[in-house]
């Protein structure tokens, strides 16, 4: 099972970008999927997550501004992110709480992170 980050990306504040994250390989049911960002120096944090049936969750930094969606037959998890501010500026890590084919328990998974970065 593999979860593959796009959307990196250098925008100016305001501005707008998306990022997707697919997950691959022989998946039985993926449940919540999150997004997590770390800034340096800084603890990585939850962003946004959503389940397998549409309920969003976001942190209190980014409410109003970022939409978390999914789609459930591309096993796709996408953060659309808006009105950006520089303090937005991180490693974004995309997560997918999931089966395999085959396995008897959920597991979570990780993608490589992709940089954005946000200019005042």
């Known amino acids: 099972v593999q979860l593959q980050a796009f959307g990196e990306g250098l925008v100016q504040a305001g501005g707008s970008l998306r990022l997707s994250c697919a997950a691959s390989?022989?998946?039985?049911?993926?449940?919540?999927m999150r997004w997590y960002r770390q800034a340096p120096g800084k603890q990585r944090e939850l962003v946004a997550a959503?389940?397998?049936?549409?309920?969003?969750n976001y942190a209190d930094s980014v409410k109003g501004r970022f939409i978390i969606s999914r789609d459930n037959n591309k096993n796709t998890v996408y953060l659309e992110m808006n009105s950006l501010k520089p303090e937005d500026t991180a490693v974004y890590h995309c997560?997918?709480?999931?089966?395999?084919?085959?396995?008897?328990?959920?597991?979570?998974?990780w993608g490589q992170g992709t940089l954005v970065t946000v200019s005042s």
């Open positions: 997560n997918a709480f999931l089966t395999f084919t085959g396995a008897s328990y959920a597991s979570h998974y």
């Open positions: 390989g022989s998946i039985r049911a993926i449940y919540t």
């Open positions: 959503i389940t397998s049936s549409g309920i969003r």
